[in-house]
């Protein structure tokens, strides 16, 4: 079966620290990678994407997440945390043969001043 | 330009009863897709629209449809509602379907069965 996973519900990181929200999946072809951002009460918000070409892709806000097809992972990434990262961050992964997402169950970032 | 919008923003229903939620896309964007997500877990591919045929379906019971208008506005219809539909129902638009680029949400209907 197609899955997504975030191995953690909740990751805490203090102000200025690297973070790092992991994400794997388990799915045939070739899929396309997304992380999104979701604040409370409102919908979710592109972070970046993974096509192809070079393993490291660069998104919004500071974000960054390195593609590693040997190990089926997504990882989220940026160098200085803020507290205005807190948020929950959802990856989900497009199968190239319908174009539909399969999304994780989410992850909790809370950044501490 | 204004992103996805959505109507209304909350809702309380019953049991039995049925609801219509509203979905404006992105000015230029023809495909809406819909999700449902309940507290705790990530979304969950209802439909998807185009040019207002069904480009795709995913796993819910008959009890959900949908429809697209020619302005590319759409609507979900979810009948007999149960108390697990109780979630947020999210729209999303993208220019086209069945296409790697990304989509761009709506802030989503909070829906409560009592």
């Known amino acids: 079966a197609q899955s997504v996973a975030q191995p953690e519900d909740q990751v805490k990181v203090a102000e200025g620290n690297p973070l790092t929200v992991k994400c794997t999946y388990s799915?045939?072809?070739?899929?396309?990678l997304f992380w999104y951002v979701q604040y409370p009460n409102r919908g979710l918000q592109f972070l970046l994407k993974?096509?192809?070409?070079d393993n490291l892709v660069k998104g919004s806000y500071g974000f960054e997440a390195e593609f590693n097809k040997s190990q089926t992972s997504f990882h989220l990434k940026k160098p200085s945390a803020l507290v205005s990262d807190s948020a929950l961050y959802f990856c989900?992964?497009?199968?190239?043969?319908?174009?539909?997402?399969?999304w994780g169950a989410g992850t909790k970032l809370i950044i501490k001043p | 330009d204004a992103g996805v919008t959505q109507s209304p923003t909350h809702l309380i229903k019953t049991r039995g009863q049925h609801v219509t939620l509203r979905c404006s896309p992105i000015?230029?964007?023809?495909?809406v897709s819909w999700y449902q997500q309940v507290l705790g877990q990530g979304p969950q591919f209802i439909f998807q629209?185009?040019?207002?045929?069904?480009?795709g379906r995913g796993n819910f019971p008959d009890r959900f449809s949908a429809r697209q208008f020619p302005n590319y506005s759409s609507e979900l219809n979810v009948n007999a509602l149960l108390l697990g539909d109780s979630a947020l129902y999210l729209c999303?638009?993208?220019?086209?379907?069945?296409?790697?680029?990304?989509?761009?949400f709506g802030d989503g209907t909070r829906l409560s069965i009592l």
């Open positions: 999303a638009s993208s220019e086209q379907p069945l296409s790697n680029q990304p989509q761009h």
């Open positions: 000015s230029g964007h023809k495909s």
């Open positions: 629209y185009y040019e207002k045929e069904e480009r």
């Open positions: 799915v045939s072809g070739n899929p396309y």
């Open positions: 993974y096509i192809t070409g």
């Open positions: 989900a992964v497009m199968l190239d043969s319908n174009y539909q997402l399969i």
